[in-house]
Nanobody, 115 residues
Framework: QVQLVESGGGLVQAGGSLRLSCAAS????????MGWYRQAPGKQRELVAT???????NYADSVKGRFTISRLSAKNTAYLQMNSLKPEDTAIYYC?????????WGQGTQVTVSS
């Protein structure tokens, strides 16, 4: 099993910044992709950003240019730097990792952006 612990969420004013962290532990031997997803009230969970073992990144159009995903493979940790936050970024943010075609999810961290 792989356990994920997210941190860094909170309340911020529009235009502000937050940095989310996701630390993976447990039976880790070859994580391929780490990523962040989010779910706003009444909406489906959506992809925010992913990064693979080669460092290639993928972003939702709504966050391109504002969010940056990074990864410290040696520590099995992923980060999401969120700048120029907007009220529509308000959601629960979930960390996701894929290892040997199996996906694992964190418990989520709340991000609230006030206008």
């Amino acid at each position: 099993q792989v356990q994920l612990v997210e941190s860094g969420g909170g309340l911020v004013q529009a235009g502000g910044s937050l940095r989310l962290s996701c630390a993976a532990s447990g039976r880790i031997f070859s994580i391929s992709t780490m990523g962040w997803y989010r779910q706003a009230p009444g909406k489906q969970r959506e992809l925010v950003a992913t990064i693979n073992s080669g460092g290639n990144t993928n972003y939702a159009d709504s966050v391109k240019g504002r969010f940056t995903i990074s990864r410290l493979s040696a520590k099995n940790t992923a980060y999401l730097q969120m700048n120029s936050l907007k009220p529509e970024d308000t959601a629960i943010y979930y960390c996701n990792v894929v290892q040997v075609y199996k996906a694992y999810w964190g418990q989520g961290t709340q991000v609230t952006v006030s206008s």
